[in-house]
């Protein structure tokens, strides 16, 4: 696949990228940090990257790539005191300048021929939020650079959207399970595990609805602690009841 052609596939994702939103809600000693305007939605992806941080480290690896790593967070918080060798893999032109001052120290890989020289040498590569802003035209392609990348045995920890959510204008498709199975082949992967994450709950709707309105902005952190406490035990959901689906695969 041509790295121009990909460009210009992403153009419009790589609009997004105008600041590091990702790094807006922080997490400080309990203490949930929300500035003047952030969406809700980061609150989660906050709660993602600290789930996705455990259970990674639940595994004995030495390499990993985060490809599709925009500006990075997930390595930023994977790398924190870390021995293991990261790696982030992005072609959007913006988030690149971002990746590399947040993690400075940390390769980041910028095209796929240039990905190709890490043939069966990643423990483990994480797919996450990703595959939702990939063209229909080049996921296959993408899978099979991650699948060139991976050692045998190696794991592959993805993420996505779920079809109970709307499709985002910057995503070109959201999933159920087994139509994000279908990705990943089955001579080439072997599912490890499969969970719904971010059960969608009347309690949350309630809250969203007085903590993310365009009428009036609560700008204190005992009270976006309530919010984030409030969601942390809802994490797990079911097929018909989730937002993100979460999966861990192993190269055969």
Not at 2 to 11: A, Q, S, W
Not at 46 to 53: A, H, S
Not at 124 to 130: D, F, G, K, R
Not at 150 to 160: I, M, N, P, R
């Amino acid at each position: 696949m041509e790295t121009n052609k990909i460009d210009k596939e992403y153009l419009e994702q790589d609009s997004q990228y105008s600041f590091p939103y990702h790094f807006l809600v922080e997490n400080k000693n309990g203490n949930i940090i929300k500035p003047f305007k952030v969406n809700y939605w980061l609150f989660d992806y906050m709660r993602l990257i600290k789930y996705l941080k455990k259970r990674i480290e639940e595994k004995n690896f030495k390499n990993l790539l985060d490809f599709g790593s925009g500006e990075g967070r997930l390595i930023f918080e994977l790398n924190k005191e870390s021995k293991n060798n990261f790696y982030g893999f992005e072609i959007s032109q913006t988030a690149k300048h971002f990746f590399k001052a947040f993690n400075p120290n940390v390769k980041l890989i910028e095209n796929l021929d240039e990905l190709s020289g890490y043939k069966n040498f990643f423990d483990i590569v994480t797919l996450t939020e990703v595959i939702e802003h990939i063209p229909d035209d080049s996921v296959n392609k993408s899978i099979l650079a991650i699948v060139d990348s991976l050692k045998s045995g190696g794991f592959l920890f993805v993420t996505a959207p779920h079809k109970n959510q709307p499709v985002l204008k910057k995503h070109y498709r959201h999933y159920d399970s087994s139509s994000l199975l279908k990705s990943f082949a089955e001579d080439k992967f072997e599912l490890i595990e499969k969970k719904f994450l971010f059960k969608y709950s009347l309690i949350k709707k309630i809250l969203l609805k007085i903590f993310f309105n365009r009428f009036f902005l609560i700008n204190f952190n005992f009270m976006y602690k309530i919010f984030f406490n409030a969601n942390k035990n809802n994490i797990f959901g079911n097929e018909k009841n989730c937002e993100t689906i979460f999966l861990i695969l192993k190269k055969k």
